[in-house]
């Protein structure tokens, strides 16, 4: 199984500066057949179910604000919020779907 | 827009089977075009994929759960639902139903998903 681990556990950012949470795989989720990064990153706001923010590392769902962005490949991956608004204090979740799922372990993000 | 309900029992006996349902509005379960998924999440803890089924009925569940869970489909009702056998208290959780996105036939991500529903395991 591919382990999921995510840094750091939480972290509080100063309204209007960047958030950036990393997520480290312990396989590499790039496949060589179609050059994807398995990947994806969930927002979980208290109370509230997960939300579905980026997939394919990087891509965007529709209704996502720009200020959330994913980058990495292979192993190594990164969600950025550019700008920290107070509506993006949430729990943040990576999870990997090269082979049988699996998810980080979370990132608490709060404002400083 | 789609939207999805969990519905079931709060309490669970230890040694007894956790029987939950999903109903799904908004899109059609049997179209075949989503894998719909239970995953599970202890408190203050993370997120855990137990399984999907297809409108067809077919089945896929996480290898650690497999022994234990069963998952099928009423198209009739547009709900799917999870059984979990023989519960402990290590299965106590907030369980979430979602629809998944497939690529190459594999169950991807997930999104929407359901509000949750706390189970609880206790005698």
């Known amino acids: 199984d591919i382990v999921m681990t995510q840094s750091p556990d939480s972290l509080a950012v100063s309204l209007g500066e960047r958030a950036t949470i990393n997520c480290k795989s312990s396989q590499s989720v790039l496949s060589s057949s179609d050059s994807k990064n398995y990947l994806a990153w969930y927002q979980q706001k208290p109370g509230q179910p997960p939300k579905l923010l980026i997939h394919w590392a990087s891509t965007r769902e529709s209704g996502v604000p720009d200020r959330f962005g994913g980058s990495g490949s292979g192993t190594d991956f990164t969600l950025t919020i550019s700008s920290l608004q107070a509506e993006d204090v949430a729990v943040y979740y990576c999870q990997q779907y090269y082979t049988t799922l699996s998810f980080g372990g979370g990132t608490k993000v709060e404002i400083k | 827009q789609v939207q999805l309900q969990e519905s079931g029992p709060g309490l669970v006996k230890p040694s007894q089977t956790l029987s939950l349902t999903c109903t799904v509005s908004?899109?059609?379960?049997?179209?075949?075009?989503?894998?719909w998924s239970w995953i599970r999440q202890p408190a203050g803890k993370g997120l855990e994929w137990i399984g999907r089924?297809?409108?067809?009925?077919?089945?896929n569940y996480h290898p650690s759960l497999k022994s234990r869970a069963t998952m099928s489909i009423d198209t009739s009702k547009n709900q799917f639902s999870l059984k979990l056998s023989s519960v402990t208290a290590a299965d106590a959780a907030v369980y979430y139903c979602?629809?998944?996105?497939?690529?190459?036939?594999?169950?991807?991500?997930?999104?929407?998903w359901g509000q949750g529903t706390l189970v609880t395991v206790s005698s």
């Open positions: 908004g899109d059609s379960i049997s179209s075949g075009a989503y894998y």
């Open positions: 979602a629809r998944g996105t497939a690529y190459g036939n594999y169950v991807r991500w997930f999104d929407p």
């Open positions: 089924v297809l409108g067809s009925g077919s089945t």
